[in-house]
């Protein structure tokens, strides 16, 4: 049996004062989510792996954060397509930072995160400007 390897992390919005401005933000997000790829033709990135608040409550106090998740075979070995493919995600979407963690059975754990260069991303910037780093936290299991 081969390993498994779980993603898993979260997109940040930054707060606004105009709760329209907000609101545009986070539908705008939630529509670009829906043109992902269903999990039938099992893409890296699918739309089911995704989720964020549908209705503005006190559960999206300001910040809109949109999480996800998925478990996976040995993805560390498509792991540059899936960052590829998460980048090209990350440049549709508003957002102010992202943070993605890798868990692998082999390799350990690893944390990536994307801070946008100055204090948030919109789509209409078409390239990322990003400050991106990387951790890594112990070796396999035994």
């Not at 995160?113 to 991303?121: A, N, Q, V």
Request: aromatic share 12%.
């Amino acid at each position: 049996m081969e390993s498994e390897s779980i993603v898993y992390g979260c997109i940040r919005d930054w707060p606004s004062d105009s709760a329209l401005e907000s609101r545009l933000r986070r539908q705008i997000n939630r529509q670009v989510l829906g043109e992902l790829p269903t999990s039938d033709c099992w893409p890296l990135l699918g739309r089911e792996m995704f989720s964020c608040c549908q209705v503005p409550s006190e559960a999206v106090y300001q910040t809109q954060v949109i999480h996800f998740g998925a478990s996976y075979k040995s993805v560390e070995y498509e792991w540059s397509l899936w960052i590829e493919q998460f980048e090209a995600l990350l440049k549709r979407l508003y957002w102010a930072s992202a943070v993605v963690h890798l868990e692998t059975e082999l390799n350990g754990t690893h944390t990536f995160r994307w801070e946008s260069d100055g204090d948030f991303h919109s789509p209409q910037e078409g390239d990322l400007r990003v400050r991106c780093a990387w951790e890594r936290e112990g070796g396999g299991r035994n």
